[in-house]
């Protein structure tokens, strides 16, 4: 049986929408449920002048690559490159309700597009990011992992602003997160013994505590504690040499101490395909790397190949996941 996903097109005033309108053209290895606000996705159809069949999630299709549907609807239609804070909440409800039925095994993943974090701030609700938000409600502790075809860039700190960053590598953390990525590596990647690369914090690594202790006091020390309990470990790594392509052929994964250390190589590297996966959750979750766009919303110009890309990442994971 195929996989079932649900789908999020994310913000309605952003280039969500019409790429969840570009998926619907495509045949998928994976029967696809959107959450979300069904007049959002036919303007953006309606925009793109593509066609557009949705029909009720639980009844049957009566149209070829019909999309099936849970309607949760936003209050205010939008226009294109415009959010209103007032669709926050039916926002977020959809996300819920599509991870709730992943929790409860009626779906067997969640593919996500982008959401706008400031407008939901803005909206009444306190959101760093979606992955916080399917954490909190799982009640487990997960982490953010970036892919694509040339590198794997999992994430210490997510979106904390630089001024909190050292403080929040501490060896309780850092071990976390190891084992998390360790143990996805080995479950959800397959890697028998995954070799994964930490960086250091400070420049040069901290250059033997002369440019900061972080990887004296705490990186070093986590890592060695790590390397006891059998997980391959390589560094803490001076992160301006780290991605030089010689030195990334032996990792499987690299651990950025903060959002801006990894994702720009990354992105660099393959922005249109690469996807962001969360590790840890009870199920698979694959959303697009890229943000919303605002400034293309609506012009048919937005690139899909990252939920393309999400949506077959999360097919093959949540496939992996059924057959154990
Ligand atoms: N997965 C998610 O939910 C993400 C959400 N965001 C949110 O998106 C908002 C905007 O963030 P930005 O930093 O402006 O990043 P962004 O990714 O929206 O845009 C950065 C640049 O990439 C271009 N771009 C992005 N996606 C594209 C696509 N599919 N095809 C062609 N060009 C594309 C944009 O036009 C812009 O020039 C913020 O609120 C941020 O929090 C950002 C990253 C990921
Ligand atoms: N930079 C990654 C990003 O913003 C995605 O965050 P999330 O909403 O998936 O937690």
New binding site residues.
């Given amino acids: 049986m195929r996989p079932r996903l649900a789908l999020i097109a994310?913000?309605p005033a952003?280039?969500g929408p019409e790429?969840v309108v570009r998926a619907a053209q495509q045949d998928w290895d994976a029967e696809l449920v959107v959450f979300g606000d069904a007049a959002s996705l036919l303007r953006a159809a309606d925009a793109l002048g593509l066609p557009l069949h949705l029909h009720r999630h639980g009844e049957a299709a009566t149209q070829p690559r019909s999309l099936a549907i849970v309607d949760i609807p936003h209050p205010v239609a939008t226009r294109f490159g415009h959010p209103d804070p007032a669709n926050t909440a039916s926002l977020i409800a959809a996300i819920s309700r599509a991870a709730r039925a992943c929790i409860d095994g009626e779906l067997d993943g969640l593919v996500?597009?982008?959401?706008?974090?400031?407008?939901i701030n803005e909206g009444g609700i306190t959101f760093t990011?979606?992955t916080g938000l399917l954490a909190e409600q799982a009640g487990c502790e997960v982490v953010m992992m970036l892919a694509n075809s040339h590198l794997r860039v999992a994430l210490q700190t997510v979106?904390l602003p630089l001024r909190e960053v050292a403080d929040a590598i501490t060896p309780a953390a850092m071990m976390r997160t190891l084992r998390i990525v360790d143990t996805a590596l080995r479950t959800q990647f397959g890697l028998a013994v995954p070799t994964i690369a930490v960086l250091g914090l400070n420049p040069h690594a901290g250059e033997d505590g002369h440019l900061g202790r972080e990887e004296l006091d705490i990186i070093i020390p986590s890592l060695d504690h790590l390397r006891g309990e059998g997980l391959r470990l390589v560094g803490p790594l001076p992160a301006d040499t780290a991605f030089l392509p010689n030195k990334l052929q032996g990792f499987d994964a690299v651990l950025a101490m903060y959002h801006d250390q990894g994702l720009p190589v990354l992105k660099h590297a393959d922005?249109?395909h690469a996807v962001?996966i969360t590790l840890g959750l009870p199920y698979p979750r694959v959303?697009?790397?890229?943000?919303?766009?605002?400034?293309?919303a609506g012009q048919g110009?937005?690139?899909?190949?990252?939920?393309y890309a999400a949506i077959r990442t999360c097919t093959q994971l949540a496939a992996q996941r059924k057959r154990g």
């Fill in positions: 994310g913000e952003g280039i790429l996500t597009g982008p959401v706008h974090k400031a407008v990011g979606t979106h922005f249109a962001n959303a697009v790397d890229h943000g919303t766009a605002l400034e293309l110009t937005a690139d899909p190949s990252s939920l």
